[in-house]
């Protein structure tokens, strides 16, 4: 029997597996979101998600749809104002790694979350 996979579906999976247990991940809506909780919920229970929009520690029982998803407050530990969240976890050192969309990424491999455009 043949399988067939598609590339997001295979990029997906790579990138779950880049994904180490117990790290904190800033994690983007769609296939950023799809490998982050893949690799929580197989290979790293005790990896930290936490999206854009201030959701901390999120284990959502369902892959959301946007960043203002209920799902991911809902399920989270906590929320925090967004300013908050760039001002402290983000320029504040505090993430591993980052799983982001590629409109988020510019030419020079710069995350950006706030601004597409100069």
Not at 28 to 43: D, F, K, M, Y
Not at 111 to 116: A, E, V
Request: with cysteine.
């Amino acid at each position: 029997m043949s399988l067939e996979y598609t590339a997001s579906e295979m990029m997906t999976v790579t990138a779950a597996r880049a994904l180490e247990n117990g790290s904190t991940c800033f994690v983007g809506i769609g296939l950023p979101s799809e490998a982050a909780n893949l690799a929580r919920l197989t290979h790293a229970p005790e990896i930290v998600l936490i999206y854009e929009s201030g959701t901390l520690q999120t284990k959502p029982n369902v892959l959301p749809l946007s960043i203002g998803d209920g799902e991911l407050a809902e399920t989270a530990l906590t929320t925090v104002a967004v300013p908050e969240m760039f001002r402290y976890w983000l320029q504040g050192g505090k993430i591993d790694v980052g799983f982001l969309g590629s409109a988020q990424i510019d030419r020079y491999c710069n995350l950006n979350t706030t601004l597409i455009g100069d």
